[in-house]
């Protein structure tokens, strides 16, 4: 069998903010952008990675959340509960400055795990956790 990771979602109540943090901040190229019933989703990923992409999207998009499931997700995103994504980068500490100069929320300053890896965390504008893991 042969799978590869193609695509993963990430939710975004600020389209503009969260281009300006993947794209900006981050260094992702923009794939896609589209626009349907005042909604917005967004491809981005890395230019040297063309086969994956994160989708930026809606939270709660689809029409069988109900409403009392939407005030769910927006109170999850609020406090950072909702999503997240691990990134990795063989450059931890010019990464974390970069991404701090940018004024996201910086989570964790980089560090090494007891687990073996050295990493950070932010916050992505929606309030995703973003971790970054130095490649070794």
């Known amino acids: 069998m042969d799978i590869t990771i193609h695509s993963c979602f990430l939710p975004h109540d600020d ?38 992409s994160i989708v930026l999207q809606p939270p709660a998009a689809d029409p069988g959340v109900t409403e009392d ?32 100069a940018s004024g996201a929320e910086v989570m964790q300053e980089p560090i090494e795990q007891p687990y073996g890896v050295r990493d950070c965390a932010f916050r992505d504008p929606a309030g995703n956790q973003v971790r970054i893991q130095e490649l070794r």
């Open 69 to 100: 499931e939407r005030h769910t997700i927006a109170e999850m995103m609020a406090k950072g509960t909702y999503a997240g994504i691990l990134l990795a980068t063989a450059d931890l500490d010019g990464t974390f400055e970069r991404v701090q």
């Open 15 to 52: 389209p503009d903010a969260a281009l300006a943090f993947y794209r900006d901040t981050l260094g992702f190229e923009v794939r896609n952008d589209v626009g349907y019933g005042g909604m917005r989703w967004i491809t981005v990923g890395p230019a040297d990675q063309p086969g994956t």
